[in-house]
């Protein structure tokens, strides 16, 4: 079995059905298939294992240029569904994504633990360079150990807020399923930092001179000092690998075997829209990534991860949130600047009239001014646009698996002094997630937790267990199935139950069968899921998902300068 049928899910189909079109996620009946539809080992939970890579160069990507390129020449919305998932629509286990929190529930101190906690920094520290990108000033250092860390501190504006950022940052998107960096929160004294004998920096003249303690200084001087002389600081451990370079939000590397999948088809890339409008990261581009060269068991591959997480929640970095970040791009779409002229600029936007905290630990973040259909990070980002319906279904299941408690310890791992900024993030937090839930989970039928029991084809309603629906009743119709095809082949004789139809029993071994289940609420008529199950011995497996949905008005803002065709 190649890897590529594991990896390119099936294209995108219109049937028309109903009243209206609706977007199909797998394919079409009656559409022809270059193989099975299932596997005998399907559904897989992983990706198949790494092809060795022998030759890899690094890559740099100007930010600059992502910007502007981004903002004017991103690719047009299309309807192609997602690739590297399995045939339940799951996100596939690989070098990008793990599943963690979403799928297993980890432990109150393993979210706390996040990517890793047993390797702090230990003094002293030696500055082996100083930090050459970014709006933040910062260093490079070595503790006694010898391990590298990346440094940053806190603006003087806002003391804890950007640190905060960065430690809670990297536990929240390691428990969703992220590479991330272990994040540490250090307090260092003067006395413990020395500079290294190699240490560089960028003088006045571009180029690169010996560091001397004075640079230190004039770096620790723009940081807040603690009453006890000591500096908090974010420290961050260098990942593991050899640096490659960010990796793109588009189209795959060519050097790299087992990148067969286009970035902004991968669902855990257009689902991490919806933990980045969660978390307020609006800072994710590709600057803020980086895909490294590991060796497992003598096969080199590459291993991606997010990192730099001070844009996230309430902070800038260096400042509080602008309040209109998150919610325009930096450059104006024509539509908003044609709207500014239409009304004046005398109608207030939502997030205009939101409340300021006021506590410098947070910086600006709300909840109640937040709408998920229409948050947007600080410039295009094609993998965000690229996502449809059940790429944001998948991310909500994973924003609404994190309970109020969950939300609260991570928070914790922030250390604020003062409390009220612990309280203030954790109902922040919560409010948003419920706005996510709300939102997504109203575009298709979210049902799962899919199973056969007693004869009887079982789920859960996700908008009935957290409240956002009322109780309903569902209409499920049989199909058989041929798999080699991939055409339901008319339907079973039976009440419209979930239970299994009599023609059950007879299926030979290895046949298949499919559920088509929707509400009785006609308005809901094009929210569909199939199910399907195949027979094994007398048990039923449910080996696939499709989710079918009525198409959208979209709230996106959407930027139609120089579109690249």
Same mark, same amino acid.
């Given at each position: 079995?190649?890897?590529?049928r594991?990896?390119?899910?099936?294209?995108?189909?219109?049937?028309?059905?109903?009243?209206?079109?609706i977007?199909?996620?797998?394919?079409?009946?009656?559409?022809?298939q270059?193989?099975?539809?299932?596997?005998?080992?399907?559904?897989?939970?992983?990706?198949?294992?790494?092809?060795?890579?022998v030759?890899?160069?690094r890559?740099?990507?100007?930010?600059l240029?992502? $910007?502007?390129?981004?903002?004017?020449a991103?690719?047009?919305?299309?309807?192609?569904?997602?690739?590297?998932?399995?045939?339940?629509?799951e996100?596939l286990?690989?070098?990008?994504?793990?599943?963690?929190?979403?799928?297993?529930?980890m432990?109150?101190?393993?979210?706390?633990?996040?990517p890793?906690?047993?390797?702090p920094?230990?003094?002293p520290?030696?500055?082996?360079?100083a930090?050459?990108?970014?709006?933040?000033?910062?260093?490079?250092?070595?503790?006694?150990?010898?391990?590298?860390?990346?440094?940053?501190?806190?603006?003087?504006?806002?003391?804890?807020?950007? !640190?905060?950022?960065?430690?809670?940052?990297?536990?929240?998107?390691?428990?969703?399923?992220?590479? !991330?960096p272990?994040?540490?929160?250090?307090?260092?004294?003067?006395?413990?930092?020395?500079?290294?004998?190699?240490?560089?920096?960028?003088?006045?003249?571009?180029?690169?001179?010996?560091?001397?303690k004075?640079?230190?200084?004039?770096i620790?001087?723009?940081m807040?000092q603690?009453?006890?002389?000591?500096?908090?600081?974010l420290?961050?451990?260098?990942?593991?690998?050899?640096?490659?370079?960010?990796?793109?939000?588009?189209?795959?590397?060519?050097?790299?075997?087992?990148?067969?999948?286009?970035?902004?088809?991968?669902?855990? &890339?257009?689902?991490?829209?919806?933990?980045?409008?969660w978390?307020?990261?609006?800072?994710?581009?590709s600057?803020?990534? &980086?895909?490294?060269?590991?060796?497992?068991?003598?096969?080199?591959?590459?291993?991606?991860?997010l990192i730099? $997480?001070?844009?996230?929640?309430?902070?800038?970095?260096d !400042?509080?949130?602008n309040?209109?970040?998150?919610?325009g791009?930096?450059?104006?779409?024509?539509?908003?600047?044609?709207r500014?002229i239409a009304?004046?600029?005398?109608?207030?936007?939502?997030? =205009?009239?939101?409340?300021?905290?006021?506590?410098?630990?947070?910086?600006?973040?709300?909840? =109640?001014?937040?709408?998920?259909e229409?948050?947007?990070?600080?410039?295009?980002n094609?993998a965000?646009?690229?996502r449809?319906?059940?790429? =944001?279904?998948?991310?909500?299941?994973?924003v609404?698996?994190?309970?109020?408690?969950?939300?609260?310890?991570?928070?914790? !791992?922030?250390?604020?002094?003062?409390?009220?900024?612990?309280?203030?993030?954790?109902?922040?937090?919560?409010g948003?997630?419920?706005?996510?839930?709300?939102?997504?989970?109203?575009?298709?039928?979210?049902?799962?937790e899919?199973?056969?029991?007693n004869?009887? &084809?079982?789920?859960?309603?996700?908008?009935?267990?957290y409240?956002?629906?009322?109780p309903?009743?569902?209409?499920?119709?049989?199909?058989?199935?041929?798999?080699?095809s991939g055409?339901?082949?008319?339907?079973?004789?039976?009440?419209?139950?979930?239970?299994?139809p009599?023609?059950?029993?007879?299926?030979?071994?290895?046949?298949?069968?499919?559920?088509?289940?929707?509400?009785e609420?006609?308005?809901?008529?094009?929210k569909?899921?199939?199910?399907?199950?195949?027979?094994?011995?007398?048990?039923?497996?449910?080996?696939?998902?499709?989710?079918?949905?009525?198409?959208?008005?979209s709230?996106?803002?959407?930027?139609?300068?120089?579109?690249?065709?």
């Open positions: 079995m190649g890897i590529q594991h990896f390119q899910r099936l294209p995108a189909q219109l049937v028309l059905t109903f009243c209206g079109i977007v199909v996620h797998g394919p079409a009946v009656g559409q022809p270059a193989g099975p539809r299932f596997y005998p080992d399907d559904p897989i939970c992983c990706a198949p294992p790494p092809v060795n890579i030759k890899i160069e890559r740099k990507i100007d930010a240029f992502d $910007f502007i390129y981004n903002s004017f991103h690719v047009p919305v299309s309807n192609i569904p997602s690739g590297a998932v399995n045939t339940l629509g996100v286990d690989s070098s990008w994504f793990t599943n963690r929190h979403g799928l297993r529930r432990s109150t101190a393993e979210l706390k633990q996040g890793g906690e047993s390797r920094p230990q003094p520290f030696t500055v082996v360079g930090k050459l990108d970014g709006i933040t000033p910062g260093f490079q250092m070595r503790d006694k150990n010898n391990r590298l860390y990346f440094v940053k501190p806190d603006p003087l504006s806002n003391p804890e807020m950007a !640190t905060a950022a960065d430690v809670i940052g990297s536990r929240f998107f390691y428990a969703l399923g992220y590479n !991330t272990e994040n540490y929160l250090v307090h260092i004294k003067p006395e413990e930092i020395s500079v290294g004998k190699d240490a560089t920096r960028v003088g006045d003249s571009g180029k690169l001179r010996p560091m001397r004075k640079d230190i200084e004039g620790l001087w723009k807040p603690a009453g006890d002389g000591s500096y908090r600081m420290a961050s451990l260098a990942v593991d690998g050899r640096p490659l370079g960010p990796f793109r939000y588009e189209e795959t590397r060519s050097d790299d075997p087992n990148d067969l999948v286009p970035h902004q088809q991968r669902r855990d &890339l257009r689902g991490l829209f919806v933990f980045c409008a978390l307020n990261h609006t800072d994710a581009k600057i803020n990534s &980086l895909a490294t060269l590991v060796e497992s068991n003598g096969v080199k591959y590459v291993r991606h991860y730099d $997480f001070g844009s996230a929640f309430g902070s800038d970095s !400042t509080a949130k309040a209109r970040f998150g919610n791009y930096i450059i104006p779409t024509a539509a908003e600047v044609g500014g009304d004046l600029g005398l109608i207030p936007k939502p997030w =205009e009239m939101a409340k300021n905290p006021h506590l410098p630990a947070i910086g600006r973040i709300d909840a =109640e001014s937040f709408n998920p229409t948050w947007v990070p600080n410039y295009p094609p965000f646009d690229q449809l319906p059940d790429d =944001e279904y998948w991310g909500a299941k994973q609404m698996a994190f309970s109020d408690a969950d939300i609260r310890a991570i928070v914790e !791992t922030a250390k604020y002094s003062d409390p009220r900024a612990t309280e203030y993030l954790t109902k922040t937090l919560i948003r997630r419920d706005k996510i839930g709300r939102a997504y989970f109203s575009k298709v039928l979210p049902l799962e899919f199973k056969v029991s004869g009887s &084809l079982q789920f859960v309603d996700l908008g009935v267990r409240n956002f629906s009322p309903r009743k569902y209409v499920v119709k049989w199909f058989g199935f041929d798999n080699s055409q339901l082949q008319g339907a079973l004789s039976g009440s419209e139950t979930a239970t299994l009599p023609g059950w029993a007879t299926l030979p071994e290895g046949g298949y069968i499919a559920a088509q289940i929707a509400t609420d006609a308005k809901d008529a094009v569909i899921v199939k199910v399907f199950l195949r027979k094994s011995g007398r048990e039923a497996k449910v080996v696939g998902v499709d989710r079918t949905w009525a198409p959208q008005v709230q996106r803002p959407v930027n139609t300068t120089n579109k690249k065709s």
